[in-house]
């Protein structure tokens, strides 16, 4: 079982997120990880991505240009 460290993570919450201690003992390690940004790393769109995108989603179909906004 690895250990907090409170003082971290209060200075954190308190300071950082500015969330009340009634709020911040609230809530589960898991939504306190999710607040401070764990597992927030997604990857960026690449011209690749973008291309499959335009691809799947196409702007015209059948020659008719689909500008529905």
Do not use: C, H, I, K
Request: cysteine-free.
């Amino acid at each position: 079982m690895r250990s907090f460290d409170w003082p971290v993570l209060m200075r954190a919450a308190f300071q950082g997120l500015r969330l009340s201690p009634e709020a911040f003992w609230a809530l589960t390690p898991a939504e306190f990880a999710l607040m401070l940004g764990e597992g927030a790393s997604a990857a960026p769109l690449t011209r690749g991505g973008l291309d499959d995108l335009l691809r799947m989603y196409p702007d015209e179909r059948n020659g008719v240009r689909d500008d529905r906004d």
